[in-house]
């Protein structure tokens, strides 16, 4: 069974500074790593996913993630966010054959400040 | 070309009621999972259909079922309603295995009262 850990559950920042939400997952198998936002009244959108091949995945909105399979991490990263970024952020993995079961985590809310 | 539809968008029921939901997903598309999200639990997987059967199942009890037509919309019922049972419910749509970019609509908001 496969687990996702989200270190963090609100994130507050400024406008313009960098940003790091933190995501950990637990798998006996090989698995596929995604992030997904959520703005209010809102189903989720696809920021980026890992399949396979270079660690470092390039999402939507300046957004990117780096897979790191010794510490079974998959941390997302903005260098400078914006206002409209602030929306809540879901980390989730699918097991290799598992078709489309996702196994989110609990989510991040992200608050960029003025 | 349009998005996941799901309908209704709202819903307020009563205990013991039945309810049931429907998503229309991207053309082209063949597999529909649904999701329940909730404040305590969060994000759930409940099952997911694929060419009108169903692929996966999550850990929810038999009251929850669902169904997949040949032109892939797919509806889910859930019978009996608890209050637990108040939450958004997501659906996604992609065009075949976990590789493939999952779309989500934007819920169901059911309310039981």
């Known amino acids: 069974a496969q687990s996702v850990t989200q270190l963090d559950s609100q994130v507050p920042v400024f406008e313009e500074a960098p940003v790091e939400l933190r995501c950990n997952y637990s798998?006996?198998?090989?698995?596929?790593l995604f992030w997904y936002v959520q703005y209010p009244n809102q189903g989720l959108q696809l920021l980026l996913k890992?399949?396979?091949?270079?660690?470092l995945v390039k999402g939507i909105n300046g957004f990117e993630a780096e897979f790191n399979k010794s510490q079974t991490s998959f941390h997302l990263r903005k260098p400078s966010v914006h206002i409209s970024d602030t929306a809540e952020y879901f980390c989730?993995?699918?097991?290799?054959?598992?078709?489309?079961?996702?196994?989110f985590g609990a989510g991040t809310r992200l608050a960029v400040h003025p | 070309k349009a998005g996941v539809t799901q309908t209704p968008r709202y819903l307020i029921k009563t205990r013991g009621q039945q309810v049931t939901l429907s998503c229309s997903p991207i053309?082209?598309?063949?597999?529909v999972s649904w999701y329940q999200q909730t404040p305590g639990q969060g994000l759930q997987f409940l099952f997911e259909?694929?060419?009108?059967?169903?692929?996966n199942k999550g850990n929810f009890p038999g009251r929850f079922s669902g169904r997949q037509f040949s032109n892939s919309r797919s509806e889910m019922n859930v019978s009996t309603l608890e209050l637990g049972d108040s939450a958004l419910y997501l659906c996604?749509?992609?065009?075949?295995?976990?590789?493939?970019?999952?779309?989500f609509g934007p819920g169901t908001r059911l309310t039981v009262l």
């Open positions: 259909y694929f060419s009108e059967t169903q692929r």
């Open positions: 989730a993995v699918s097991e290799y054959g598992g078709y489309n079961k996702l196994i």
């Open positions: 996604a749509s992609s065009r075949v295995g976990a590789t493939d970019t999952q779309y």
């Open positions: 053309s082209g598309h063949r597999s």
């Open positions: 890992y399949l396979s091949g270079s660690t």
């Open positions: 798998s006996s198998v090989s698995v596929y």
